[in-house]
């Protein structure tokens, strides 16, 4: 089948999780910044496909990683099959991670989840990527901020832990303090285990390319970009211990710890990257 050529993309965080390919393309395919999924058409991978995966696998597997844009798009139904596949195949498989999106986790409700997590559904990685709507609008993104923390709030009820995958740079130039003020006013809202910051990049081809091109959207500089992970740091509230993670290889600066007992080092390991009061004074690239 075609999809086996698929480019295959997880969080480094899973360089050496098993991966079981469960979706091939995007069941979205909009957002205005991505140019991952453009040219692959979306398919569901056949059950006797993921089982000769799964067969392949070694037998003491801990951790495997669902591959796809979104593999929560196969529904429950399909879920629950495959996360019992899994626990057939590799008994010793403690937690199944995936990739999630708002649009896909709204179609399931609280029970569901919790059987889920209780068949071994234990991470997923959830791109929020700002808490401004009119931002969300403009990337096309298909969800609402209201959305997002309905939906993470439903995930906090059914006890399924996950990442949240934020993007600075994505408001433009001018944008940032006020863009990470409002996504750490939404992350305040529910519990997560991690923030991750991602620094936007106009790929080519893109509607953002596009916009870039017609003068539409201006990128912010560097400097703003980097005030940006500082103010996001500086407004995050976390209720309970929480990782702040920037080591993504698209980040101008690598920083990781958990909040809030590691807010005033993280803070200062900025500020020696650049001191907040010369941010707008030279362009750090």
Do not use: W
């Not at 360089?15 to 995007?26: K, Y």
């Not at 990685?125 to 709030?153: C, P, W």
């Amino acid at each position: 089948m075609t999809y086996m050529d698929d480019t295959v993309y997880y969080p480094q965080d899973e360089m050496h999780t098993a991966l079981v390919l469960v979706t091939s393309g995007c069941s979205y395919n909009k957002c205005a910044f991505c140019s991952m999924y453009k040219d692959v058409q979306y398919c569901q991978v056949p059950f006797p496909d993921m089982e000769m995966q799964l067969r392949s696998g070694y037998a003491y597997t801990e951790k495997v990683f669902l591959t796809g844009a979104d593999p929560m798009s196969i529904g429950f139904d399909r879920m629950k099959r495959l996360l019992d596949l899994i626990h057939r195949h590799l008994p010793t498989c403690a937690c199944v991670a995936s990739y999630a999106s708002i649009r896909n986790i709204s179609a399931y409700s609280v029970a569901e989840l919790s059987i889920l997590h209780d068949a071994g559904l234990r991470l997923l990685y959830i791109g929020f990527e700002t808490g401004r709507d009119d931002i969300l609008e403009l990337m096309n993104k298909g969800h609402t901020v209201s959305e997002a923390i309905e939906q993470a709030k439903k995930l906090n009820e059914a006890k399924i832990p996950f990442n949240s995958v934020v993007m600075y740079g994505i408001a433009g130039k001018g944008e940032s303090v006020a863009n990470a003020a409002a996504t750490a006013k939404m992350i305040n809202r529910f519990v997560t285990n991690r923030v991750i910051t991602m620094n936007l990049t106009i790929f080519y081809g893109t509607e953002l390319n596009k916009r870039v091109e017609r003068g539409e959207f201006v990128p912010a500089s560097g400097n703003e970009r980097l005030l940006e992970i500082r103010t996001l740091l500086e407004n995050l509230e976390p209720g309970q211990p929480m990782v702040f993670d920037t080591t993504h290889p698209t980040n101008l600066i690598k920083i990781k710890g958990t909040l809030p007992q590691d807010k005033k080092r993280l803070l200062n390991e900025i500020d020696r990257y650049g001191c907040p009061a010369d941010l707008f004074e030279k362009d750090i690239q």
